[in-house]
């Protein structure tokens, strides 16, 4: 006789409905962000801490900057080779970023190759850290911004309002 076997379905996680309103998605982000430029000035404010030890620069919008050169032993290893080395240098930086000021999944980080004056790839990497919004974005504010415009129109057009108050005077 065999053995009866118990599987449970898998079972989907229902989102919350407050999680699916694009809005709110959209204050979490800019919460996030102002977020981000407070911790930001207050490390660069520190002359102690990590960010100044590594170098760390940020611009108006708060974005991260640092050069990075790899030591001239590296200049005839592959570009691979040399990527993954970039990599163990940033290692620190990254956890910093990621695990101290706890900003793991909201920087976006980019890397740039320096050329010199023939066009010849040098080792000096600009690495740049971008905060990354997730549902702030320029399609949300557009389409936003022409839904308003058109309710605005078609009230200004018609007037929706006035008609619903009187019909709900006439109820009463």
């Not at 599987?7 to 709110?24: A, D, H």
């Amino acid at each position: 006789m065999k053995a009866k076997q118990n599987f449970k379905r898998p079972v989907k996680q229902r989102t919350p409905i407050w999680k699916k309103i694009p809005i709110i998605g959209v204050i979490r982000d800019i919460s996030n962000y102002r977020s981000w430029m407070r911790t930001i000035r207050i490390e660069a404010e520190n002359p102690n801490s990590k960010f100044n030890a590594f170098n760390l620069n940020f611009n108006y919008f708060y974005v991260l900057y640092v050069p990075v050169s790899l030591p001239e032993e590296n200049i005839n290893l592959p570009e691979h080779v040399k990527r993954l080395r970039l990599m163990e240098i940033l290692a620190p930086i990254h956890q910093y970023l990621d695990m101290d000021l706890g900003f793991a999944g909201s920087i976006v980080p980019e890397f740039n190759q320096f050329y010199d004056e023939e066009g010849n790839p040098t080792l000096t990497y600009g690495i740049i850290y971008r905060f990354a919004f997730d549902t702030l974005s320029l399609k949300w504010v557009i389409t936003r911004s022409i839904f308003t415009g058109l309710a605005i129109w078609a009230l200004v057009k018609w007037p929706i309002i006035n008609w619903a108050i009187e019909g709900i005077k006439g109820l009463f």
